[in-house]
């Protein structure tokens, strides 16, 4: 396994290189900073499913390479192995037994990185950068879904260089999600489209979007019986859409929530809006978490519809979030996410990510 770099001492960053903290809010929420992290801007991070010991984490970055880290109870994150892309890596995800990492990059393949052996081979190919990668786990088959900018979902078994099915998207895949038997896929043009996986995947329904902005992420969400009911969807004007799937009372039980956005809340003062980058959903609660260009990440219950926390203001924008399989960590990434082109991009500023404790703060209210 190759170490990435050499690993700072562990803590929580308090002090700074040049003596005076008083400046320095990279980490206001004084949350546990990951060493080694990547050297450029961080577009995903996924968290090992519950069949491994342990907890890992895994970061793509624009700087090509993927990490994996081992997060230990304590809260020191030890280096394991990293690989690499020839573009940026746009998202990552694990297979359900944990011994494979499925990573997928600018350079227009997804990967399979099996962890055991450290060796990583190219599984998937597209016209175009592939932006979205999901593992699918059905009693009757297993594949990997990439959805990509050349406006196709293509379906992998990983064994064989031609996909098992291709689907034609109205645009390109902009963000997806998938928990089985449900996938939901937002495009550009503000295009939305779940799938219904059971048997072979199929179109299930096109929605016309709840949001009049350009789509940044999506989140499914479960119902009480544990079967998605549902999903969230993030787009660029600050705001947040939560969709159920066949509500009882469409126009009542959907709604849209505004949120990462600053100043002229309720003055004739312009508000600044931020895009919202990350939605995650928190695996024994239900609750949310959402990360935005603002550089706050806040939680959300949704069934009760109200904000649980915001957390103070990081230097960068959080460009990505995800819970660990019992929802006890809460990972967000700090780094820039281009939301202010590039006259605002400074190559000396570090990319973090950061690990909070989350098993108190995404309770919801009524449940002490």
Same mark, same amino acid.
């Given at each position: 396994?190759?170490?990435?770099?050499?690993?700072?001492?562990?803590?929580?960053?308090?002090?700074?290189?040049?003596?005076?903290?008083?400046?320095?809010?990279?980490?206001?929420?004084? &949350?546990?900073?990951?060493?080694?992290?990547?050297?450029?801007?961080?577009?995903?991070?996924?968290?090992?499913? @519950?069949?491994? @010991?342990?907890?890992?984490?895994?970061?793509?970055?624009?700087?090509?390479?993927?990490?994996?880290?081992?997060? =230990?109870?304590?809260?020191?994150?030890?280096?394991?192995? =990293?690989?690499?892309?020839?573009?940026?890596?746009?998202?990552?995800?694990?297979?359900?037994?944990?011994?494979?990492?499925?990573?997928?990059?600018?350079?227009?393949?997804?990967?399979?990185?099996?962890?055991?052996?450290?060796?990583?081979? =190219?599984?998937?190919?597209?016209?175009?950068?592939?932006?979205?990668?999901?593992?699918?786990?059905?009693?009757?088959?297993?594949?990997?879904?990439?959805?990509?900018?050349?406006?196709?979902?293509?379906?992998? &078994?990983?064994?064989?260089?031609?996909?098992?099915?291709?689907?034609? $998207?109205?645009?390109?895949?902009?963000?997806?999600?998938?928990?089985?038997?449900?996938?939901?896929?937002?495009?550009?043009?503000?295009?939305?489209?779940?799938?219904?996986?059971?048997?072979?995947?199929?179109?299930?329904?096109?929605?016309?979007?709840?949001?009049?902005?350009?789509?940044?992420?999506?989140?499914?969400?479960?119902?009480?019986?544990?079967?998605?009911?549902?999903?969230?969807?993030?787009?660029?004007?600050?705001?947040?859409?939560?969709?159920?799937?066949?509500?009882?009372? @469409?126009?009542?039980?959907?709604?849209?929530?505004?949120?990462?956005?600053?100043?002229?809340?309720?003055?004739?003062?312009?508000?600044?809006?931020?895009?919202?980058?990350?939605?995650?959903?928190?695996?024994?609660?239900?609750?949310?978490?959402?990360?935005?260009?603002?550089?706050?990440?806040?939680?959300?219950?949704?069934?009760?519809?109200?904000? $649980?926390?915001?957390?103070?203001? $990081?230097?960068?924008?959080?460009?990505?979030?995800?819970?660990?399989?019992?929802?006890?960590?809460?990972?967000?990434?700090?780094?820039?996410?281009?939301?202010?082109?590039?006259?605002?991009?400074?190559? =000396?500023?570090?990319?973090?990510?950061?690990?909070?404790?989350?098993?108190?703060?995404?309770?919801?209210?009524?449940?002490?």
């Amino acid at each position: 396994m190759s170490l990435f770099g050499t690993t700072s001492g562990f803590g929580s960053g308090g002090t700074s290189m040049f003596g005076s903290t008083t400046t320095d809010n990279h980490n206001p929420m004084k &949350d546990i900073e990951v060493t080694s992290s990547p050297d450029d801007s961080i577009g995903c991070l996924s968290f090992s499913p @519950p069949t491994l @010991p342990g907890n890992f984490l895994i970061a793509g970055s624009w700087a090509n390479d993927v990490r994996c880290w081992e997060v =230990q109870d304590s809260g020191q994150t030890i280096p394991k192995a =990293q690989q690499m892309h020839t573009g940026p890596v746009l998202d990552v995800c694990w297979s359900d037994d944990g011994s494979k990492v499925f990573t997928a990059s600018c350079d227009k393949t997804a990967k399979m990185w099996d962890l055991n052996s450290n060796q990583a081979i =190219q599984i998937a190919q597209h016209d175009a950068p592939v932006k979205t990668i999901h593992w699918i786990k059905a009693p009757n088959y297993s594949c990997v879904m990439t959805g990509s900018w050349d406006k196709t979902l293509k379906f992998w &078994d990983t064994r064989s260089s031609n996909p098992m099915m291709v689907l034609q $998207l109205p645009e390109r895949c902009y963000c997806a999600d998938v928990i089985y038997p449900m996938a939901v896929v937002a495009t550009a043009e503000r295009g939305l489209i779940v799938y219904q996986l059971e048997n072979q995947p199929s179109e299930f329904r096109r929605i016309e979007s709840p949001l009049k902005h350009q789509h940044r992420c999506v989140a499914i969400f479960k119902d009480k019986q544990n079967k998605p009911t549902g999903f969230a969807l993030g787009s660029i004007e600050g705001r947040v859409a939560i969709h159920y799937i066949n509500p009882p009372n @469409p126009a009542k039980d959907n709604f849209t929530f505004k949120c990462h956005r600053s100043n002229g809340t309720n003055t004739s003062a312009p508000q600044d809006i931020y895009a919202v980058n990350g939605i995650a959903f928190h695996p024994v609660h239900g609750t949310l978490a959402t990360v935005g260009s603002d550089g706050r990440f806040s939680f959300w219950d949704k069934d009760a519809r109200t904000k $649980l926390k915001t957390s103070e203001q $990081l230097d960068q924008p959080i460009s990505a979030c995800c819970f660990n399989h019992n929802g006890n960590i809460f990972a967000y990434a700090s780094s820039y996410d281009w939301s202010k082109g590039h006259e605002f991009y400074n190559p =000396q500023k570090k990319n973090y990510i950061f690990l909070r404790n989350a098993a108190e703060e995404l309770k919801p209210r009524n449940k002490k």
